[in-house]
């Protein structure tokens, strides 16, 4: 979910919203962003089922698009990401909720663990709302922690999140080559 590398997209989109209201925004996009992820959670498998989709595929391209994200963080310019933001509009689900919280990649990994391990679902649930709780509370001192840090802290901390998941990508991807190797 990478709250600490959304936060400076997250200023960038809200910088226009009065402050009263950008807590109301960042709860709805949060709310959203949890719905999406509990259906992949639970739907999950029943998805790839019907798009006839294999794990190995599924973590292989969540990989890819891990990996793609993680770069744009670590080379991204002082705008921010690029996910398409509109300044002149109140953002309502994209950017923030789908994909910068429950992006692809999150989508793809609580699928894959849904689907790979189906008897540890209470676990999955529980670690999904954790780290979703672990991410509202960062989101919502945004403002707080931006202020701490500072700008160029801001982007450090991004930076170092995409190296992770740089790291986290590449890995999902390989573990993608060798299940379909393996089957």
Not at 116 to 142: K, N, Q, Y
């Amino acid at each position: 979910m990478d709250p600490l590398g959304n936060i400076p997209v997250f200023l960038a989109v809200l910088k226009d919203v009065p402050a009263n209201k950008r807590k109301k925004i960042i709860f709805r996009e949060l709310v959203i962003s949890l719905a999406v992820l509990l259906v992949f959670l639970f739907l999950g498998r029943y998805i790839l089922e019907i798009l006839d989709l294999s794990e190995p595929s599924l973590s292989i391209a969540g990989g890819i698009i891990l990996f793609i994200i993680a770069l744009k963080m670590i080379f991204s310019g002082p705008e921010g990401g690029g996910f398409g933001i509109n300044p002149d509009r109140e953002p309502f689900i994209v950017p923030l909720a789908i994909p910068l919280i429950a992006g692809p990649s999150a989508m793809a990994s609580v699928l894959l663990l849904a689907t790979r391990e189906p008897s540890r679902m209470l676990d999955w649930l529980i670690a999904l709302v954790g780290a979703w709780v672990f991410t509202a509370i960062i989101l919502i001192l945004s403002t707080v922690l931006s202020r701490a840090l500072g700008h160029r802290g801001l982007i450090a901390m991004e930076r170092l999140m995409g190296m992770i998941l740089t790291t986290i990508a590449v890995q999902m991807f390989l573990n993608g080559i060798k299940q379909f190797v393996l089957k």
